[in-house]
């Protein structure tokens, strides 16, 4: 407990902003690795939409140094930036990248892929993430280098290694590291993963903190809520590396995700009751999360997916 307490105070030292433009100027990482538990390190992205100076790093890329190999928790969003997470790595430790996890199918977890094929390390993610790269690979990575320009440089759609539907377990030196797939959440093929003798799950879009959550068109929020319930909390992490913003604790993902999908959905459900139509349900009161990261860019375009799909439920 003393680590993370250790730990806290540092991440507190550098809040979040989507202000700041890139935190580790030389590197393609918006931010250096740190260490949040023994073993577990993560590079944390910046809290704001993917540009050109965050190089689209603005979700958390993390690794676990095992004892018997490195394990790698996104790929990243393109080859530079994946390249750049491994040269922190080596500059850690000796040990080989032995396995990379996509936490889902979007693009800041799948397109440094092609670095990490490259040296040849495999590739796991879920059956429906590998599905959203086969169908939408190309857009996603046609959208990357509008923004990217340059720094997209040797980034190519690559397949995954392996799949898998309910869960993957890979015994690794100290760690246990259980790949799981809760049920339905932020985006097709969302995985968490859980270190049990830890207390410690990387979260990957099951959890957001300090900045606003998107909803997308194929984001069921019911569904989302029933699987934090019902899968998700009741892991009894204590720690939660989310994915994005800083590393915390159940409590503040759940503030942050769970409580805020909950608020959104009981603020719809009035307004619908209320006779109230799309051009309105915009405009919900969501003052209680205004303090958040990206509330600008997404609080409205919440609302209107919300109202859509409780009109029908």
Do not use: C
């Amino acid at each position: 407990m003393r680590w993370f307490a250790i730990w806290l105070f540092a991440a507190g030292m550098a809040a979040a902003s989507e202000d700041i433009a890139d935190k580790y100027p030389g590197s393609m990482l918006y931010d250096k690795p740190v260490e949040f538990i023994p073993g577990v390190f993560s590079a944390i992205g910046a809290t704001a939409p993917p540009t050109y100076e965050n190089a689209g790093h603005n979700n958390n890329l993390s690794f676990i140094i095992t004892g018997d190999g490195v394990v790698v928790i996104n790929g990243g969003a393109a080859y530079g930036l994946a390249k750049a997470l491994h040269d922190e790595i080596k500059a850690l430790t000796d040990q080989p990248v032995k396995l990379v996890f996509n936490e889902n199918g979007q693009g800041h977890a799948i397109l440094g892929n092609s670095y990490w094929a490259e040296q040849g390390v495999p590739i796991v993610m879920h059956v429906d993430a590998a599905h959203e790269i086969a169908e939408y690979g190309g857009t996603i990575l046609d959208g990357m280098k509008r923004y990217n320009r340059d720094q997209a440089e040797g980034t190519e759609i690559v397949a995954p290694t392996e799949t898998f539907e309910d869960e993957y377990i890979v015994e690794m030196g100290d760690f246990r590291i259980e790949a799981r797939h809760l049920g339905p959440a932020h985006s097709p093929g969302d995985i968490v993963i859980w270190l049990p003798q830890q207390s410690l799950v990387i979260a990957g879009d099951m959890a957001f903190h300090e900045r606003m959550l998107p909803i997308f068109p194929d984001t069921i929020t019911a569904d989302w809520i029933e699987t934090w319930d019902n899968e998700f909390e009741p892991l009894g992490a204590t720690y939660v590396i989310p994915g994005h913003g800083h590393p915390t604790n159940m409590a503040q993902v759940r503030r942050y995700t769970r409580d805020y999908l909950v608020y959104l959905r009981a603020k719809i459900g009035e307004h619908i009751d209320n006779g109230g139509d799309l051009t309105e349900a915009y405009y919900v009161d969501q003052s209680p999360y205004a303090h958040l990261d990206t509330f600008e860019e997404l609080a409205t375009k919440n609302a209107g997916r919300v109202y859509e799909q409780m009109e029908w439920e």
